[in-house]
């Protein structure tokens, strides 16, 4: 359902997704030979998965550690 335009101004759709991105989401950082990187995607490609999902699974599996402690 489109949302409504406020104040006689049209919703500007790109501009909402900017600003809940900033609220909401985070990025993480990192620098590894790029060697490593090489293999690291080459790996992800031939078995047909996402580096973010790779990625994601290892942060959970930390945040999971951490809480049964």
């Not at 501009?15 to 030979?33: F, G, H, I, L, S």
């Not at 790029?34 to 930390?62: H, N, P």
């Amino acid at each position: 359902m489109p949302r409504k335009p406020k104040d006689g101004k049209p919703f500007d759709q790109v501009k909402y997704m900017q600003e809940w991105a900033k609220e909401n989401m985070a990025t993480v950082n990192c620098r590894y030979k790029k060697e490593f990187v090489v293999e690291f995607k080459e790996s992800c490609a031939a078995l047909g998965i996402k580096q973010s999902d790779v990625i994601r699974k290892a942060m959970q599996e930390v945040i999971d550690q951490a809480k049964n402690k």
